[in-house]
């Protein structure tokens, strides 16, 4: 997609003569990936990322902002779907649909994950977007994906660096990296909800794009946006009745300074 979005070719043959330069086809063959090619440049028309017009490849609207957002077409397209499908999510449904996709890093499942995910699965079944898969290689999956969702909701709802690391059996570095994918995943849907003209999602994804971001409830995000004040901070000044900018801007110097982890 991208090398059609940016007229690096612009036919199939181009693309294949491209690709005859690459080194997978140096040591073996291009005849072996030909077929998938094709396959690839149709699922990319069949899913309106390109069209084809007297056998030039022109990328459309979605297809360069796909291209730009740099997010694989298969990611956009399970989002594009879900959010038609949407009528009145749950802040989770939104974590779990970017959980799902392709661009976002799964996490493994520790013995004893999987009865108790889908025991999960049993009592909040009403807040998944989708549904179970029969097959046993494939509910592997889906658990671990939605483990990285239930990750992220707890991140959201500011649980503890150190309790997410015990409870999800990761290192900081783990929390964020998948804070940083879920943000632009999250942009980026909010990005593809604008290009369709669904208004109704606009203002929770963007909401949540900072949540996500902050680790923080939404009753934080003004605090947040100060410079310097994160997470833990926030939550400090907020519990001790400092809970818009305006408070911080009215307050007494020595009342700050003497609030713990301030100065």
């Not at 699965?121 to 977007?129: A, C």
Request: charged residues 30%.
């Amino acid at each position: 997609l991208a090398i059609i979005s940016t007229g690096f070719a612009s036919t199939t043959e181009e693309i294949f003569k491209l690709f005859s330069k690459t080194l997978f086809s140096k040591q073996s063959s291009l005849l072996m990936i030909r077929s998938t090619i094709m396959k690839i440049i149709n699922f990319l028309e069949d899913n309106e990322f390109i069209k084809i017009k007297e056998g030039q490849l022109l990328a459309t609207v979605l297809g360069r902002r796909v291209s730009e957002l740099y997010i694989d077409p298969m990611t956009a397209k399970m989002i594009i779907c879900s959010l038609k499908e949407l009528k009145s999510p749950h802040e989770f449904t939104y974590l779990h649909m970017i959980a799902q996709t392709p661009d976002m890093p799964t996490l493994y499942l520790r013995r004893g994950e999987k009865r108790r995910l889908c025991e999960w699965i049993r009592k909040n079944y009403s807040k998944l977007l989708y549904e179970p898969p029969d097959d046993t290689f494939e509910l592997e999956v889906f658990l671990a994906k939605l483990k990285v969702a239930l990750l992220l909701n707890d991140w959201i709802n500011e649980l503890s660096e150190d309790r997410l690391i015990e409870k999800y059996d990761v290192c900081p570095g783990d929390i964020y990296s998948i804070s940083e994918k879920a943000e632009w995943l999250l942009y980026s849907a909010h990005e593809l909800a604008k290009l369709y003209g669904m208004h109704t999602h606009l203002k929770t994804l963007l909401t949540l794009r900072e949540r996500v971001k902050y680790g923080v409830k939404e009753e934080l995000l003004e605090l947040t946006r100060v410079k310097g004040i994160g997470r833990v901070r926030a939550r400090i000044l907020y519990n001790y009745g400092f809970k818009s900018l305006k408070d911080i801007l009215t307050a007494p110097r020595a009342k700050l300074l003497s609030l713990p982890l301030i100065g």
